[in-house]
Nanobody
Framework: QVQLVESGGGLVQAGGSLRLSCAAS????????MGWYRQAPGKQRELVAT???????NYADSVKGRFTISRDNAKNTVYLQMNSLKSEDTAVYYC?????????WGRGTQVTVSS
């Protein structure tokens, strides 16, 4: 059974940092590019960052230079280091493969940035 479990969210002041983690089933982690996505209230879910199995990364313009995606293949875990957080980063953050698959969405982790 495929599982993706996000953690690490919380409440942080603007300018602060958080590190999100996503533990994935080995069956999908080892062969797929992974992505972090987010959904803010009243908005559609959007792609934030991606990383290939080889470690190549890509970022949405809105987070470029502030967020860093990484993966630990030994732990089947993908991370999102978020620095210089802004109020507009407030959202529920999810991980999934890239491109995403509907059946793989987990519960996500809430990130709230107070200004």
């Amino acid at each position: 059974q495929v599982q993706l479990v996000e953690s690490g969210g919380g409440l942080v002041q603007a300018g602060g940092s958080l590190r999100l983690s996503c533990a994935a089933s080995r069956s999908i982690f080892s062969i797929n590019a992974m992505g972090w996505y987010r959904q803010a209230p009243g908005k559609q879910r959007e792609l934030v960052a991606t990383i290939t199995t080889g470690g190549r990364t890509n970022y949405a313009d809105s987070v470029k230079g502030r967020f860093t995606i990484s993966r630990d293949n030994a732990k089947n875990t993908v991370y999102l280091q978020m620095n210089s957080l802004k109020s507009e980063d407030t959202a529920v953050y999810y991980c999934n493969i890239n491109p995403w698959r509907q059946a793989y969405w987990g519960r996500g982790t809430q990130v709230t940035v107070s200004s």
